[in-house]
């Protein structure tokens, strides 16, 4: 069965870091779940496939917005950051993956690594238009303070909906990572202040709250930090079965 395909055109491309950005779309109104990902073709190079999860929850006016960071080799997500301008046209492909959550199940505990946000915050954007959301526990992080690239968001969005919890988790507080024009350009105030802050891997912080035996557990990231988030959370006890990510 061929791929049904849609078309999108860049609206917007704002830079937030030298490695990342974010990037809205409106097009074709594509079908996909929140918490699903696509693979896109864009113009810089349009034989090469980059898969991205929508940060947006599904729209009637085919409003998308992806967020993209610079994969050490990658072709295609160094381009989208770098190279991406207003009126660039996207063909989206047939959404995929699993990643979900039951509305009127218990509560949610998600863990996020880097722009593994984004189809959780689809999640979470879908999820306040219920009339009666689950608890949230939102654990999201990076290495240093500055990966917490979406914290200004996130901390408007928990003052928004009492049954969100953000929980801002940093490998190593003290180091500043390496100069970085666009994010000292934007001097953006992340709201959490210290403490808020959790320092430590994603992975051990969040075992170390014990096992969720009765929650839905979602991990998103990189593949070593999924694989190393599911592992600690199995060791402290959490099913395997209860925890949710995509294949990679």
Not at 63 to 73: I, N, S, W
Not at 89 to 100: A, E, F, K, T, Y
Not at 163 to 170: D, E, N, S
Request: proline content about 8%.
């Amino acid at each position: 069965m061929a791929q049904r395909t849609w078309s999108s055109t860049v609206v917007e491309h704002h830079r937030l870091r030298e490695d990342l950005a974010v990037v809205r779309l409106v097009g074709d109104v594509v079908p996909f779940r929140p918490g699903q990902y696509v693979d896109v073709s864009v113009p810089q190079n349009s034989r090469l496939l980059r898969r991205l999860s929508p940060a947006l929850s599904p729209s009637h006016d085919g409003k998308l917005e992806f967020h993209v960071k610079t994969v050490p080799g990658g072709w295609v997500s160094g381009s989208i950051v770098k190279d991406t301008q207003p009126g660039d046209v996207w063909q989206i492909l047939d959404p995929r993956g699993n990643l979900s959550v039951d509305e009127n199940g218990p509560t949610v505990i998600m863990v996020a690594g880097g722009t593994g946000l984004a189809p959780l915050r689809s999640i979470i954007l879908d999820l306040a238009q219920t009339p009666n959301p689950p608890q949230v526990y939102l654990f999201f992080g990076g290495r240093t303070l500055r990966d917490l690239y979406a914290a200004d968001m996130l901390w408007l969005l928990a003052d928004q909906f009492p049954w969100l919890q953000p929980i801002p988790v940093v490998e190593d507080l003290s180091d500043g990572g390496p100069p970085d024009g666009w994010f000292d350009r934007l001097n953006v105030d992340i709201g959490f202040g210290d403490d808020h802050l959790i320092e430590g891997t994603l992975a051990d912080v969040v075992a170390s709250y014990g096992a969720f035996t009765e929650h839905q557990v979602l991990v998103c990231g990189s593949a070593a930090m999924v694989r190393s988030t599911r592992d600690r959370l199995i060791e402290a006890g959490t099913p395997a079965e209860v925890i949710q990510f995509d294949p990679y």
